[in-house]
């Protein structure tokens, strides 16, 4: 499992590199950066485990922010404004967003980053509302590659977006703007996810 330390932050010349297609089937040393990733993710929900390896909880981590230029990524976040409050727990392998919404939306109080420590909370970054995407995914239950193609909305949507921004070497920060520079609206509004919640 990668280690905070393991994180290279915002100015390494590595987050500005175009990543290259990752090759199938996993070689031992990709398989291990899959698997990295993945642990990190799940590691980072758990308040034990983030105080025992100093971990800083995060919904998504790319190859490029542990110093490698493969395409991958996991998430692991929960819509949370989905009443079924569904689960997405994935390394993506090799992804493609094959279609996106016209609709832009953004995150109230602005996205955050693993590599990025400044203080970016007054600025937001908009993101396609809907997104198709195809990608080969990691089963770990079976260590098999497989083919899927699924549509995210909402907050998954944003979790993707942002990650796969990571592989063509942008940060969520060069798509940043004040509020009173765009034209979309708020995913939702504190009140909503208030709403959500009790459900």
């Known amino acids: 499992m990668y280690l905070a330390k393991d994180i290279i932050k915002e100015g390494n010349p590595i987050l500005r590199k175009l990543s290259t297609n990752v090759p199938l089937p996993l ?13 990190y993710m ?8 983030t105080e ?9 981590i790319a190859a490029p922010q542990v110093g490698i230029n493969k395409r991958m990524f996991a998430i692991n976040c929960t819509d949370f404004l989905d009443k ?8 993506f392998i090799n992804p493609i967003i094959t279609s996106k919404s016209k609709e832009m939306v953004y995150l109230p109080g602005g996205e955050g980053c693993l590599s990025v420590e400044r203080d970016t909370k007054d600025l937001v970054t908009p993101r396609h509302l809907r997104i198709t995407v195809k990608s080969a995914i ?16 909402g907050y998954p949507a944003i979790v993707f977006q942002h990650e796969y921004d990571h592989l063509d070497g ?18 939702y509004t504190i009140d909503e996810t208030e709403d959500t919640e009790e459900e």
């Open 27 to 39: 070689n031992p040393d990709d398989y291990a950066c899959a698997k990295g990733l993945f642990e």
């Open 84 to 91: 079924k409050k569904t689960k997405y727990a994935f390394v």
């Open 138 to 153: 990691l089963d770990f239950a079976t260590n098999k590659i497989k083919t899927i193609t699924m549509t995210l909305w």
């Open 52 to 60: 025992k390896y100093q971990i800083r909880p995060g919904v998504g």
């Open 42 to 49: 799940v590691a980072s929900e758990i308040e034990e485990l």
């Open 170 to 187: 942008i940060l969520y920060t060069d798509k940043m703007y004040p509020l009173d520079k765009i034209e979309c609206e708020p995913l």
